[in-house]
């Protein structure tokens, strides 16, 4: 970002005193304190636990040009700036958008209900082939995420590539009014945050929302693969292309398809795309079929702007993806699977897949956390991810949080024979892991961010780095 206190005050539309320090131009954002850069803004976040506005004379004796704030403050230095809005987060909102309409670059904006992560990296990777590409950092992706990850872009970035996270009813309005993408991508939906959007069609309405907001001369793209998607997508958007891994019934003419075609020896995956009138086989770090519909997200939002085959193969090829989101690593003869970031059952069920598929003939072990905001439906969806685990192959599943007994059902019910353990802690774990006696094998770690299920897969890994030292 780069812009004025002046811009920024109307920006925000803030009222205050701009202070004795001129009209400095402000080249950064922060909401944490520890994080201050001298000359940069600090906005005051108020927080569940902490509130931005107690750190404000922190910020400024760090060097903070000028603070937003939503009520008067005391303790700053006489003549700090103080702007003053009603709500800072919806200011920060504002901001963001309008460094979106003074940059002039084209934003890519990606939701789903699993791999949004996965198809930003992806995308990101391909078009930084054609110049240079902003993205969130991390899952910087809700109210204060997504505005923070648009300021932080430069005016000289040719493309934006922006993650858009939803929970809740009414959340995609103004995160969408935000970014107000050129291209808008949902791969996907599934039974995520049903505890507040009630059910998948639900999840789809409020998803596709993101498309009411596209510029002028935008493009929506939504897979054909969830009817409940689709429709939803044709209602809000009539002009939606369509994009499927399946390729029945009418998703065989969609525009945008691709294929999975198998696991190469040093694990990794290739595929087949189609792009309209371009086709290519590719070769990605990912392997494992239900990755396809990521890839191809990616690479036809990629491909609208401009990517051509050299750079979709090339970004695809060379793309690198962030830990705790299917992270593969050795470990003496282990495979350790990071895909603690998140999940729900839609995600949980690709992520063992794919587990699976990486263990062939080894041993693979599962440790899963309990799936999170499921409502009323997590008894069923929990017995649901055991039918799953048990059908997968592995040796043994071990299991942390609510619901144990509908995972041991839904086990029972796939006919399950491997040993089935319910952890309350990463030490228990790996006590109760030690007692299968594995020297190799493939460890999948996931489960809802509250579980931590990271510290398990810690605990793991340095209980055999202690073996392998023995």
């Not at 970002?1 to 811009?7: A, F, K, V």
Request: glycine share 10%; with cysteine; hydrophobic share 45%.
């Amino acid at each position: 970002m780069r812009m004025t206190l002046s811009d920024i005050l109307a920006a925000t539309g803030a009222v205050g005193d701009m202070g004795d320090r001129g009209n400095p131009v402000i080249e950064a954002v922060r909401i944490d304190s520890r994080a201050v850069l001298p000359g940069c803004l600090f906005v005051c976040v108020p927080g569940a636990r902490l509130d931005g506005h107690n750190f404000a004379a922190e910020a400024v004796a760090k060097g903070a040009a000028a603070v937003l704030a939503d009520r008067p403050l005391s303790g700053l230095p006489e003549g700090t700036p103080v702007l003053l809005v009603r709500d800072t987060v919806a200011a920060l909102g504002k901001l963001a958008k309008a460094w979106r309409e003074r940059a002039g670059a084209r934003l890519v904006a990606v939701s789903g209900s699993a791999g949004k992560t996965t198809v930003k990296e992806l995308c990101a990777a391909i078009l930084s082939r054609l110049g240079p590409t902003a993205k969130n950092y991390k899952n910087y992706n809700n109210r204060i995420g997504l505005p923070l990850s648009m300021l932080e872009a430069s005016a000289e970035d040719r493309f934006w590539v922006m993650e858009l996270g939803i929970s809740a009813p009414g959340e995609m309005d103004p995160l969408a009014a935000i970014a107000e993408p050129d291209i808008a991508v949902i791969h996907n939906v599934g039974p995520a945050h049903l505890e507040a959007l009630g059910d998948v069609a639900g999840v789809a309405a409020e998803k596709t929302r993101l498309f009411a907001a596209l510029r002028p001369g935008g493009v929506a793209l939504a897979s054909m693969d969830y009817p409940e998607l689709w429709e939803a997508a044709l209602a809000v958007c009539p002009r939606v292309r369509g994009m499927s891994v399946k390729g029945q019934g009418k998703a065989h003419a969609a525009p945008y398809r691709a294929k999975y075609l198998g696991a190469l020896s040093e694990g990794r995956g290739r595929f087949f795309l189609k792009l309209g009138e371009l086709e290519l086989e590719v070769v990605t770090p990912l392997t494992g079929g239900h990755f396809a519909e990521n890839i191809l997200a990616a690479a036809a939002a990629a491909h609208i702007l401009g990517a051509g085959e050299k750079h979709i193969a090339a970004g695809l090829e060379t793309a690198v993806m962030p830990e705790q989101r299917f992270f593969c690593r050795r470990q003496g003869c282990f495979t350790l699977i990071d895909d603690t970031y998140n999940a729900n059952p839609l995600s949980m069920r690709r992520a063992i897949a794919a587990a699976a598929e990486a263990a062939r003939d080894k041993p693979l072990v599962l440790v899963l956390g309990e799936m999170r905001e499921m409502g009323a439906h997590a008894a069923v969806e929990h017995a649901r991810l055991g039918e799953v685990a048990g059908a997968s192959g592995a040796r043994a599943v071990f299991y942390h949080g609510a619901h144990a007994e509908a995972v041991a059902e839904g086990l029972t019910r796939a006919g399950f024979s491997g040993r089935y353990a319910v952890v309350d802690t990463p030490d228990g774990f790996v006590e109760a892991a030690a007692s299968l006696g594995l020297t190799c094998g493939v460890a999948l770690f996931k489960g809802s961010r509250s579980m931590r299920m990271e510290e398990y897969l810690a605990a793991f890994a340095q209980s055999l780095q202690k073996d392998s030292k023995a």
